[in-house]
């Protein structure tokens, strides 16, 4: 596939990862990014995806819409099931006429499984709960569709202004003397801008046949380096802002949700480093990053 410049459609441009893309892309003369937010493409029309895609012909399709309210999604299955799941196999045929490549987020979600090890993309998924379900239907409905496409699964995502764990504890420091926060659950955190910044340099070199077809037909786990608990994430966030409130670990069956969490979520990249070259960052730099972002 060569082009002069090729066309980009990417939805949920007004999400933490979509807004991060957009803001890389736009400035890649190679790339003509036709971005839409969910008032201006809606994923669970189906019509809505076909048109858009007859009429733009993308070559990538970014997908960064989701339905990410976790909880509420316990009680709105079917709306959840339509957008991360059905929608995807919506996208992923409408593709397949104009031979367009799709980029799609998935989630840690997908796997609920407490292995003790960094969960590899080969590993079985145990998805507990409608959000998770809904994720992993969305990444097999793209697979049927047997269309070029790259799975990144993430997890814990953050950026200076989205809704995120992050912003809460910011926001909740502020507002109250102590906190508590659960101490029994492991993962780490990815910065969209990181995802975004990733994201672009695959696209980039897959454009320009630096990455082949087949490395780029896949699917990879995408997050920062590291393994802590949320209690670590509040506390290290807390303190490199300057806050001074009380911060009690608890476990999470004191802080009961609709939605399951998984327990582990710490995922392997071993895989997007040897094969995409990819580096991410440690947690730590990331977050320290993003508050210098934030100004704070
Ligand atoms: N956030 C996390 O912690 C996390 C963790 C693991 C994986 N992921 C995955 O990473 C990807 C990006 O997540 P994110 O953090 O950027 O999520 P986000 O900030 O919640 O953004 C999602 C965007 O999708 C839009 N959207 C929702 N329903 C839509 C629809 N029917 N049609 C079109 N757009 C719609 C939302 O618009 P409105 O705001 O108007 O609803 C929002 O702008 C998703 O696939 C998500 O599942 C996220």
Not at 9 to 33: E, R, W
Not at 106 to 124: A, C, I, M, N, Q
Request: overall charge positive; some cysteine; proline content about 5%.
């Amino acid at each position: 596939m060569t082009a002069d410049k090729y066309r980009i459609l990417l939805t949920g441009s007004k999400g933490q990862v979509g807004k991060a893309i957009l803001n890389i892309l736009s400035s890649n003369p190679l790339f003509d990014c036709f971005h839409f937010d969910r008032s201006q493409m809606d994923i669970s029309r189906e019509d809505q995806i076909k048109n858009i895609i007859k009429d733009i012909k993308p070559h990538y399709f970014i997908n960064t819409a989701a339905y990410t309210a976790v909880d509420a999604a316990e009680s709105d299955a079917e709306n959840c099931m339509v957008i991360n799941g059905h929608a995807c196999g919506w996208i992923a045929e409408a593709l397949k006429k104009q031979n367009g490549r799709l980029i799609h987020f998935s989630s840690d979600y997908v796997y609920h499984s407490y292995t003790g090890f960094p969960l590899k993309e080969s590993d079985v998924t145990r998805p507990a709960g409608v959000y998770a379900k809904s994720k992993l239907l969305g990444e097999n409905l793209i697979r049927e569709a047997g269309i070029p496409a790259m799975i990144l699964r993430t997890s814990w995502v953050c950026s200076p202004d989205g809704k995120n764990f992050l912003n809460t504890i910011l926001r909740l420091s502020e507002q109250r003397p102590t906190l508590q926060i659960v101490n029994d659950q492991y993962g780490a955190p990815a910065f969209a801008s990181d995802i975004a910044h990733e994201t672009h340099r695959i696209l980039e070199a897959h454009a320009k046949g630096l990455i082949s077809d087949h490395e780029f037909n896949d699917t990879y786990n995408f997050t920062s380096h590291g393994c802590i608990t949320w209690y670590d994430f509040a506390v290290k966030i807390c303190q490199l802002a300057g806050r001074t409130v009380e911060i009690t670990p608890i476990p999470s069956k004191s802080y009961p949700t609709p939605a399951k969490r998984p327990y582990w979520s710490v995922m392997s990249l071993n895989k997007i480093k040897t094969k995409l070259n990819a580096r991410p960052p440690h947690w730590l730099e990331a977050l320290k990053a993003c508050l210098r972002e934030k100004s704070l």
